[in-house]
T-cell receptor, first 115, second 112 residues
Framework: DGGITQSPKYLFRKEGQNVTLSCEQN?????MYWYRQDPGQGLRLIYY???????QKGDIAEGYSVSREKKESFPLTVTSAQKNPTAFYLC??????????????FGPGTRLTVL | AQSVTQLDSHVSVSEGTPVLLRCNYS??????LFWYVQHPNKGLQLLLK??????LVKGINGFEAEFKKSETSFHLTKPSAHMSDAAEYFC??????????FGQGTELSVKP
């Protein structure tokens, strides 16, 4: 089956700890994205990557880091510098080159709770 | 600047009655627009997208949306609601380069 997988589904972290969220896709998409979703709000872009070994900050990158060593993988690290990390995190991918019609496909999400 | 506004944070309908979820957008060029649906604790699923080919767009599960440039609207409709339609719905506008701007979401409740 083709798609996007995120793991784990639920994640608990103590304050002061870094944690890494996994995102893998087998759609052969070049671009990948990380979003954060808080209750009653739309999604906000954290980081995105248009190609392997390259990524750009989104609107709320502070306290987060990413890597893109492989086309199919785009892990997100939530660092201790992120002041309010409890949220639902969504990964997406798309195939750019279609201008503004790019469609993003989403994974099932990871719910991170800081204890 | 591009933006999207969903006019209702919550809509409640009875099963079998029509659904209308309202979305207005602001864009300096002809935009691409999407509707996504999200069930609780799940990812987003694409319902439909408008890419200037036709103003009336048909999507999955009986949903459709009409692009009205004069009203800068892209409202989502369905003739007859089903219990399984209860979810949160997001109207989204695409920027050049592929970045997305999300509306705040509309929660749809369906009463039996």
């Amino acid at each position: 089956d083709g798609g996007i997988t995120q793991s784990p589904k639920y994640l608990f972290r103590k304050e002061g700890q870094n944690v890494t969220l996994s995102c893998e896709q087998n759609l052969n998409h070049d671009a990948m994205y990380w979003y954060r979703q808080d209750p009653g709000q739309g999604l906000r872009l954290i980081y995105y990557s248009q190609i392997v070994n390259d990524f750009q900050k989104g609107d709320i990158a502070e306290g987060y880091s990413v890597s893109r060593e492989k086309k199919e993988s785009f892990p997100l690290t939530v660092t201790s510098a992120q002041k309010n990390p409890t949220a639902f995190y969504l990964c997406a991918s798309s195939m750019p080159g279609q201008g503004a019609t790019d469609t993003q496909y989403f994974g099932p999400g990871t719910r991170l709770t800081v204890l | 600047a591009q933006s999207v506004t969903q006019l209702d944070s919550h809509v409640s309908v009875s099963e079998g009655t029509p659904v209308l979820l309202r979305c207005n957008y602001s864009s300096s060029y002809s935009p691409s627009l999407f509707w996504y649906v999200q069930h609780p604790n799940k990812g987003l699923q694409l319902l439909l997208k408008y890419t200037s080919a036709a103003t009336l767009v048909k999507g999955i599960n009986g949903f459709e949306a009409e692009f009205k440039k004069s009203e800068t609207s892209f409202h989502l409709t369905k003739p007859s609601a089903h219990m399984s339609d209860a979810a949160e719905y997001f109207c989204v506008v695409s920027l050049l380069g592929g970045k997305l701007i999300f509306g705040q979401g509309t929660e749809l409740s369906v009463k039996p």
